[in-house]
Antibody
Framework: QVQLVESGGGLVKPGGSLRLSCAASGFVFSDYSMAWARQAPGKGLEWVSYITGPSSDIDYTDSAKGRFTISRDNAKNSLYLQLNSLRAEDTAVYYC?????????WGQGTLVTVSS | EIVLTQSPGTLSLSPGERATLSCRASQSVSSNYVAWYQQRPGQTPRLLIYLASRRATGIPDRFSGSGSGTDFTLTISRLEPEDFAVYYCQQLAKPPWTFGQGTQVE
């Protein structure tokens, strides 16, 4: 079965960096676009970034442009999100998702807390 | 950016009743690239509907989606106890892939 397992979250000071990872299994990883979504505490869902299977197309929400970088390693069945210049408003649970006409599989999420 | 507005914000119903949730887009969503998700308290979101009207794998047939252009609807024909949750619509036609603010069914 499809499994997505995120790691790398934690507490970081404003201006700091984190690298999130997502280990995928149960499907042919390179065949699918992948994405990151986030949910701030008590708030709704927000798409952050996506990347196509061959990494040929990448996009970000406006608040992430210039600060976050999405990447993938198809040989390792892994998705990444480098978070730089973090702000308090980036505090959220970050979900790794498979993008297939919708986000059809979600990881359990990893919490990123940005606080001094 | 395509803004999605969901209504109502909260829907108060009883088990067995019909729920009708609306999602209105600020501009036409091409190819009906609209998805609906359910999020129960403390759980991750679950895809219910994609391409506006297609049920995702394993989703009961009491859930149905309809609509085109700028107006989309999720209908739950007869509410079961496990259906009381927050529902989000999303458009994937044009980045940023925006979500609506959610409708809570209580």
């Amino acid at each position: 079965q499809v499994q997505l397992v995120e790691s790398g979250g934690g507490l970081v000071k404003p201006g700091g960096s984190l690298r999130l990872s997502c280990a995928a299994s149960g499907f042919v990883f390179s065949d699918y676009s992948m994405a990151w979504a986030r949910q701030a505490p008590g708030k709704g869902l927000e798409w952050v970034s996506y990347i196509t299977g061959p990494s040929s197309d990448i996009d970000y929400t406006d608040s992430a442009k210039g600060r976050f970088t999405i990447s993938r390693d198809n040989a390792k069945n892994s998705l990444y999100l480098q978070l730089n210049s973090l702000r308090a408003e980036d505090t959220a649970v970050y979900y790794c998702v498979r993008a297939n006409y919708g986000f059809d599989h979600w990881g359990q999420g990893t919490l990123v807390t940005v606080s001094s | 950016e395509i803004v999605l507005t969901q209504s109502p914000g909260t829907l108060s119903l009883s088990p067995g009743e019909r729920a009708t949730l609306s999602c209105r887009a600020s501009q036409s969503v091409s190819s009906n690239y609209v998805a609906w998700y359910q999020q129960r308290p403390g759980q991750t979101p679950r895809l219910l509907i994609y391409l506006a009207s297609r049920r995702a794998t394993g989703i009961p047939d009491r859930f149905s989606g309809s609509g085109s252009g700028t107006d989309f609807t999720l209908t739950i024909s007869r509410l079961e106890p496990e259906d009381f949750a927050v529902y989000y619509c999303q458009q994937l036609a044009k980045p940023p892939w925006t979500f609506g603010q959610g409708t809570q069914v209580e």
